[in-house]
């Protein structure tokens, strides 16, 4: 990737006022724009989480004390400043995935796995929803949380999505019925998998 190689009077500006620092960090955002889009979109396949994610880091670079204002140096440290923006926006993300996931779970162990009187079992259909909930599709899973653990009514999502409440519970009810299905088949592949360790020991 081809970063700007305009150079810049940076070294009276360096101990000179906030608004020199400013001007220079400015015009070295601007000089490397095209690049710093690209490493973006890059890290961020969303375009919309991809600007975001620059505007952020340009902020960042502009209050922060420590930026390396060499031309010459300046875009390497700025890419490597938005691939760390960009893990710690994938790390919390995947932490609220997580969260939302260990809050819907038993929300919804009655309706998709029923109650098991060995603890094993109960722990192992457990595990299995946990899994299949994380391979939903964002919309039925977001439809979930927003029933099952905001407390939103049927009437209330149909007026959000433009459908009636029948719809909405119609969804549910085609939501749960293939989670069912879909942790029958996950209970099934562990047992396959465990008789297979076993046989290999044995």
Same mark, same amino acid.
């Given at each position: ?33 095209? @690049? ?14 991809? =600007? ?20 010459? *140096? ?36 009655? =309706? ?12 192992? %259909?457990?595990? @299995? ?36 409440? @029948? ?12 989670? %069912?299905?879909? *942790? ?6 562990? =047992? *396959? ?10």
């Amino acid at each position: 990737m081809n970063c700007g190689r305009r150079q810049t009077n940076t070294e009276s500006a360096r101990g000179g006022s906030s608004e020199d620092r400013l001007a220079v960090r400015t015009r070295l955002l601007a000089d490397n724009r095209l @690049a710093l889009e690209r490493t973006a979109r890059f890290w961020v396949s969303d375009p919309y989480d991809a =600007d975001d994610l620059l505007q952020n880091v340009c902020l960042f670079i502009l209050r922060h004390d420590a930026v390396p204002e060499e031309a010459s *140096v300046f875009c390497a440290w700025s890419r490597r400043t938005i691939r760390n923006f960009a893990l710690h926006h994938f790390r919390t993300r995947r932490r609220a995935k997580e969260i939302a996931l260990g809050t819907l779970t038993p929300r919804l162990e009655f =309706d998709c796995i029923g109650f098991d009187s060995e603890p094993p079992q109960e722990v192992a %259909r457990l595990r @299995a929803l946990r899994q299949c909930l994380a391979m939903l599709d964002n919309e039925p899973r977001d439809l979930l949380m927003r029933c099952y653990v905001d407390g939103e009514t049927s009437l209330a999502a149909g007026r959000r999505l433009g459908k009636s409440a @029948a719809a909405i519970r119609q969804s549910l009810l085609r939501i749960r019925s293939s989670l %069912r299905r879909a *942790v029958g088949r996950a209970l099934i592949r562990d =047992d *396959v998998a465990a008789t297979k360790q076993r046989n290999l020991y044995a």
